[in-house]
């Protein structure tokens, strides 16, 4: 794998009706945990997911 290049996992649709249970768990995370969850939700690479979390 080329260093920089975005590696994408397989993320499940997730059906509208699961949202709110979902947001209710992210929000019972540490906030370091519920940076990174956000941040996968939101599609960023691992670098810019490692960048965002060291600033």
């Known amino acids: 794998m080329v260093r920089n290049?975005?590696?994408k996992l397989h993320k499940p649709e997730?059906?509208?009706h699961h949202m709110?249970?979902?947001y209710s768990a992210i929000r019972r995370l540490k906030e370091t945990d519920r940076g990174v969850i956000l941040l996968y939700l939101e599609?960023?690479?691992y670098q810019e997911n490692h960048a965002v979390m060291n600033e």
């Open 20 to 22: 709110e249970e979902l």
């Open 5 to 7: 290049q975005k590696r």
């Open 14 to 16: 997730i059906k509208p």
């Open 43 to 45: 599609d960023k690479s």
